[in-house]
T-cell receptor
Framework: GESVGLHLPTLSVQEGDNSIINCAYS??????FIWYKQESGKGPQFFID?????DKRQGQRVTVLLNKTVKHLSLQIAATQPGDSAVYFC????????????FGRGTSLIVHP | DADVTQTPRNRITKTGKRIMLECSQT?????MYWYRQDPGLGLRLIYYSFDVKDINKGEISDGYSVSRQAQAKFSLSLESAIPNQTALYFC?????????????FGQGTRLTVV
């Protein structure tokens, strides 16, 4: 069946390192992807998004890469800080009008000072 | 004040009891969702509603029911709670007018069934 999955459930890095979180998706009809950040004790919050007609989207210290050929997303955080510690989910929005967000397992990013 | 409010935040209940989790929103969004979060399993969709009087089953609806009392309110019920329904529950909203609109989540309800 269709699925959104993450390759690494936990990623531990040192402060200042670059972090890469990966996400695989299986529905080529998905046309919108959102990364959510969930801090401890809180609900997930929008972090960054990318449309399927883009290969790359950049924010401050954050880059999302989309490879439609292999149905793969990555979230790159440069110079990771302790405040980046959270669980990151990728959500796949499928075309067809319903736009129901479907989430992967999540990756826990732990940043050590 | 939070835009999406869930009550209660924490609840311990006994097996076989009926329990209701409530969600209200002030964002004016038409779509509302209930998700369940378990360690290692991400967020799984229980039910969703695209508008008042519209109710749809999600991936894991068995053992749950919902009610959309108004556009701003969407409640989740466990008719007869069982221990494997112990989880973190999230309500979320989105706006159908926004293409690929992001979901806005409540703070979650931690439910323990003993």
């Amino acid at each position: 069946g269709e699925s959104v999955g993450l390759h690494l459930p936990t990623l531990s890095v040192q402060e200042g390192d670059n972090s890469i979180i990966n996400c695989a998706y299986s529905n080529s009809a998905s046309d919108y992807f959102i990364w959510y950040k969930q801090e401890s004790g809180k609900g997930p919050q929008f972090f960054i998004d990318i449309r399927s007609n883009m290969d790359k989207r950049q924010g401050q210290r954050v880059t999302v890469l989309l490879n439609k050929t292999v149905k793969h997303l990555s979230l790159q955080i440069a110079a990771t800080q302790p405040g980046d510690s959270a669980v990151y989910f990728c959500a796949e929005i499928r075309s067809g009008g319903s736009y129901i967000p479907t989430f992967g397992r999540g990756t826990s990013l732990i940043v050590h000072p | 004040d939070a835009d999406v409010t869930q009550t209660p935040r924490n609840r311990i209940t006994k097996t076989g009891k009926r329990i209701m989790l409530e969600c209200s929103q002030t964002k004016g969004h038409d779509r509302m969702y209930w998700y369940r979060q378990d360690p290692g399993l991400g967020l799984r969709l229980i039910y969703y509603s695209f508008d008042v009087k519209d109710i749809n089953k999600g991936e894991i609806s068995d053992g749950y029911s919902v009610s959309r009392q108004a556009q701003a309110k969407f409640s989740l019920s466990l008719e007869s709670a069982i221990p494997n329904q112990t989880a973190l529950y999230f309500c979320a909203t989105s706006d159908s007018r926004v293409v690929g609109g992001e979901a806005f989540f409540g703070q979650g309800t931690r439910l323990t069934v003993v």
